[in-house]
């Protein structure tokens, strides 16, 4: 008797070649205080890093035509109040307007900014999205760093990590990411036998120094560390000088001047001061003229970095415009005796 072949009934749904799911190797690695081990393995460590850079890198490139916006959105989320982790509840940052071209982290040559490397997904996110993944994973990297701090034959490779983060949320506008590192870096991190290079000693102890002065007021404090740091690391620049006496004496003149000549960095901690600066500017002008040139009041009160209309906007003044001047009150009718 012939015996009939049995057919083979293929499945119809071809499992076997369905794609494993994208993940984003920076939003799944963990925190080692949460119990994710991976980060405390120093290999792991400088290829997590290389992965974050190479993200910033990306994040620069598609984003390369209006940087200050893209590092500006993140203190402007409109749901910062719904969340309480500080990667991504930073406060509000002051209203940037023309800071020019920002000066960005310096990451390392050898580093690829190929889109495999850091992981990220074909259509870039959000700029305050994609950098709250940056500033997150760097929190992750710093923890795992100060938890293997005793092991670690060297701390080059965590102060570099450091400087790189300080850079980034300082343009971020992120003091939580900024502050803890820049105290962790200056304090802990640079010793006597593993000295920061002399140029970022000086850069980060101007960052420590502005941000006293210009984002938290305590000018006892920023003078007080300038002057130990001139004693004990022979610490000079004429710009920190300026730009404190400025603040003190609320000298916009001087203000805007030096704001016009300084790097990214520098110009992003002066932005914590400008509104005050130009609160001050719009009370010494409403009290001493009747009607000012358009220009100068925007020079005086923006450096010349708004608009009217946006100087309308944000500070709510009542002064009228007639052509190129500003009548700021019209004085009162003498009454007839």
Known sequence: MATTPQLTRKSSTPWERLKPAKHDPLQSMGFV?????????????????????????????????????????????DDVSASSDPARNPPVAPVLQGQGRPITPSPPKRVSSSPLQGGAPS?????????????????????????????????IFSQRVHVFCVRLAILAFHPPSY??????????????????????????????????????????????????????KDYRSRN????????????????????????????????????????????ALSRAYLSCDLEWVLQSATGAEMSWEELVKIENIGWVLEGSKV???KPKPKSNP
Not at 196 to 210: D, F, H, Q, R, V
Not at 258 to 283: C, E, H, I, T
């Open 33 to 77: 205080s949460k119990g994710d081990t991976r980060l405390l393995d120093v290999k792991v460590q400088e290829s997590f890093y290389n992965k974050i850079v190479a993200r910033y890198m990306q994040f620069c490139t598609h984003h390369s035509t209006d940087m200050e916006s893209a590092f500006a959105s993140l203190s402007l989320e």
């Open 123 to 155: 259509t870039p996110p959000p700029p305050a999205q994609e950098l709250s993944i940056i500033l997150l994973a760097l929190r992750k990297l710093r923890e795992a760093l100060l938890a293997t701090s005793s092991s670690a034959p060297s701390p």
């Open 179 to 232: 502050h803890p590192p820049l105290m962790h870096l200056l304090f802990v991190l640079h010793t006597p036998r593993s000295p920061l290079p002399a140029p970022e000693l000086s850069e980060m102890t101007t960052y420590l120094i502005l941000d006293l002065a210009c984002r938290q007021q305590e000018l006892a404090s920023a003078f007080s560390l300038r002057s130990n740091s001139r004693l004990q």
């Open 240 to 283: 920190v000088d300026e730009i404190i006496r400025a603040v003190v004496t609320s000298n916009w003149v001087a203000f805007w001047r030096v704001r016009r000549n300084v790097d990214g960095y520098v110009r992003a901690l002066m932005q914590w001061s400008v509104p005050s600066l130009r609160r001050n500017s719009l009370k």
């Open 327 to 329: 009548v700021v009150r």
